[in-house]
């Protein structure tokens, strides 16, 4: 992994606090370094200017990958590789591949997207990332800041002013 | 987060639950010992599935034969059974996928339990048509790949083909879903371990960190697999339903129309998750997270589905006559008059007479009647799939071939099998995995917790301390607001509602709110926000409509500071209050 960080943090107990502080730390132009929290927060993606994520384009592209596969898989297979008349039926009988190519279409697109989602970001069977407070996936919300990035005064004034209960730096 | 909720809506999660009280319940039954009740079940799933494992065994050693099948019922129990546990398996899906994109909150309490039922009854269902086609050590032949057969294909323009391709499908996408949502409440459960038990969830919950950006990719990810499953989840039973509807067996046509066949499943699949969830709630004591109004909703999806399956099995029986086709008159005659009228009549009245006990209220919110009817809803689903296949292939064209099929201990054996692997897996899940999604649980708590919403809400009702409290936030006013605070609180106290009574005990006098006075505050009462915190999560839309509904007066006033005003007031910020109020204007940002 990437080397050490000195990171400074704070706690807050509730969510809607910690959105507050956000919205006042994205004001005083504070780099946060990220915010971490036990369940997804609506309308923080916003306030730390995160742009949409861009998931569903590449499911869009796996699902037509699919699509393509299962149809001209079986159109090549049953019209060239080996065709067989099933029951008086065309070779390149379109409508009875609709299934099979609908259901390829949605395991590309699942499996695809769910590989991305770990890939991008890293994680997966056995990675271990630095923890950062045991209580981030229980109750509390974690807005953290790399001390190389910001001015560790000022930081430690906004959270002293904006409701974190707690406050620790911590070497991860 | 702070989305409005109407106020007649039942909370979902009661005993006003912290964040940490929700990690707490969920997590801790998979960190004490098992107790008595589990050991039990588990000896027992166990025991059924070492006889199913012997019976499998058995029909792979001595062949097909060993089954009661004759010339014209080649399917018997075998697939009676596979149907039965797809059915089952979609309810799972159906409550994850559809009810996410529905946006119906009460899918937290039970989705994780469902998509691993889904997942468990799956697999029981795979079995058969692995086993019945006879040499099961072939059976991947199945699969399309490039072999040294020729390369020869399957067949790709069969049902039986579809559904392979279906099923694999289905157990990927749902097992995918799963692990997904699982991921967050691992890394809970990580976060409280210590020593190899740590080890072990950090290797499951995959590093999870909780990062802003991972759970808006999680979020994302969830919705775009929910939309996909929706419409995979109703191919799958509709393709079952192809494998009967495209064969030249005139009792079988009534597959014909594969939504009759999906509503089946997904009445089916409610019914084994009520019986589960009834048990699972009361074992492992999370009857705050599975509620009487989540047990009433599902309820309401029975009787629909039931309903909609009743409606199928009478127009069958119209169309048949309607027809003019004897074959397919006779399939119905035979149904219903032949020598398996009692299956049809158990069908009949399970499937069809039963659930419509939930019209009523009562019945639809007790335990005891909802655990009975998913049983019977149970066994009334595995006869409708038993009368569609037997009956029909008992009687077939030629009489001189007509014969009464009864299982063999085999089939049974297996089937009993089935039901053991079942419960093995679910028994073992709810030691391993939270049985209620965590993290999903607490983002609804805010909206659904019955300290936010429903009679209880506000602080803790009905002490004295509180009602003490509730009158200290009304001293410092002055004399005209005091009246109107002490008249409504009177008005409040008569109200014979139940829900007003307990709310009196914590109101605020909203009026410390810039913009705020006796008129409005009245109208927010009416939408049941009586104090600061409510305020503080109330949508500014719904502030609006309140306002809106209440007459063309109030309409020029604007709403968009209240929340953040009211959360200071909550917090018991008075000077930040202060503060702010100075800045603004009539309650409008200057």
């Given at each position: 992994m990437s080397q050490s960080k000195d990171i400074i943090y704070g706690l807050w107990n509730d969510e809607e606090d910690l959105l507050r502080a956000v919205k006042v730390a994205v004001g005083d132009h504070l780099e946060i370094m990220d915010v971490y929290t036990p369940f997804p927060i609506h309308g923080l993606d916003p306030l730390l200017g995160l742009s949409e994520s861009r998931l569903h384009i590449a499911g869009f592209i796996y699902g037509s990958l699919g699509t393509l596969t299962a149809f001209l898989g079986m159109s090549w297979i049953f019209t060239k590789d080996w065709p067989i008349i099933f029951g008086g039926k065309p070779h390149w009988a379109v409508p009875s591949f609709i299934p099979i190519t609908f259901e390829l279409t949605v395991l590309f697109a699942a499996i695809g997207m769910v590989v991305t989602f770990y890939l991008i970001n890293g994680l997966g069977p056995g990675v271990v990332n630095p923890t950062i407070d045991l209580r981030i996936t229980d109750d509390k919300f974690c807005i953290a800041f790399d001390k190389s990035e910001v001015d560790v005064g000022q930081v430690e004034s906004f959270l002293k002013n904006n409701g974190a209960s707690e406050i620790h730096s911590k070497t991860i | 987060m702070s989305s409005h909720v109407s106020p007649i809506r039942e909370p979902l999660?009661?005993?006003?639950?912290s964040y940490h009280d929700i990690t707490e319940d969920l997590v801790s039954p998979t960190e004490r010992a098992p107790g008595a009740a589990w050991i039990t079940g588990f000896v027992l799933s166990i025991t059924m599935l070492a006889f199913g494992l012997f019976c499998i065994a058995w029909t792979i050693w001595y062949g097909i034969g060993t089954w009661n099948l004759n010339r014209t019922v080649g399917w018997g129990w075998d697939i009676t059974n596979f149907v039965w546990w797809i059915g089952i398996g979609h309810a799972g899906t159906l409550i994850s996928a559809i009810l996410l994109l529905f946006r119906q909150k009460w899918r937290t309490g039970v989705n994780r339990a469902a998509e691993a039922m889904t997942i468990f009854a799956v697999i029981c269902a795979a079995i058969f048509p692995g086993i019945h086609v006879?040499?099961?050590?072939?059976?991947?032949?199945?699969f399309p790949y490039p072999n040294t057969r020729g390369p020869i294909w399957p067949n790709f323009n069969s049902p039986l083909l579809w559904d392979v391709f279906a099923i694999s499908t289905y157990f990927t996408v749902s097992l995918l879903f799963w692990y997904t949502g699982l991921v967050p409440d691992f890394a809970t459960v990580r976060d409280r371990a210590k020593g190899f038990r740590r080890k072990i969830y950090n290797f499951l919950s995959f590093g999870w960190t909780g990062s802003a950006k991972h759970w808006q990719r999680w979020e994302s990810l969830s919705l775009i697999l929910a939309g996909i499953a929706t419409p995979l989840v109703l191919s799958v039973h509709t393709i079952v339903s192809f494998d009967f509807a495209t064969s030249i067996i005139p009792g079988w046509h009534t597959t014909i129309f594969p939504p009759y066949f999906v509503a089946g499943a997904i009445f089916s699949g409610f019914a084994m998750v009520l019986t589960l969830m009834i048990v699972t709630r009361k074992l492992l004591n999370l009857q705050d997270y599975i509620t009487i109004a989540h047990i009433e909703s599902m309820n309401k999806v029975i009787l629909v589905t039931g309903t909609i399956v009743g409606v199928a099995y009478l127009t069958e029986l119209f169309i048949a006559w309607y027809s003019g086709y004897v074959y397919e008159q006779f399939a119905f005659f035979n149904r219903a008059a032949g020598p398996y009228w009692w299956a049809y009549f158990g069908m009949m009245f399970c499937n069809v007479v039963s659930p419509q006990i939930f019209w009523v209220r009562k019945w639809r919110r007790s335990i005891a009647v909802t655990f009975f009817v998913s049983i019977v809803i149970n066994i009334g689903m595995w006869f409708e799939r038993f009368v569609i296949i037997a009956t029909t292939l008992a009687r077939d064209y030629v009489p001189s071939s007509w014969s009464y099929y009864s299982p063999s201990w085999v089939e049974i054996g297996i089937f009993v099998g089935t039901i053991g692997l079942f419960f093995t897996l679910y028994l073992l899940f709810t030691r391993v995995a939270p049985v209620v999604a965590i993290a999903e649980v607490k983002s609804i708590l805010k909206s659904a917790g019955d300290q936010y919403t429903g009679p209880n809400a506000i602080h803790h009702h009905g002490d004295d301390n509180d009602l003490q409290a509730g009158q200290v936030t009304t001293h410092n006013v002055d004399e005209e607001n005091e009246t109107s605070i002490n008249e409504m609180t009177d008005d409040v106290l008569t109200a014979d509602s139940d829900v007003r009574v307990k709310s009196s005990a914590g109101v605020d006098d909203l009026k410390k709110i810039e913009g705020i006075g006796p008129k409005i505050s009245d109208i927010l009462n009416g939408g049941d926000i009586y104090t600061f915190a409510q305020l503080a999560s109330a949508d500014v839309n719904d502030l609006k409509q309140l306002l809106v509904n209440a007459g063309p007066a109030f309409q020029s006033h604007t709403p968009e500071s209240w929340s953040e005003q009211a959360a200071l007031a909550r917090d018991g910020k008075w000077d930040e209050l202060k503060e702010l109020q100075d800045k603004l204007d009539g309650g409008k940002h200057v």
């Open positions: - | 999660v009661n005993g006003h639950k006879g040499r099961a050590w072939v059976v991947f032949y199945f």
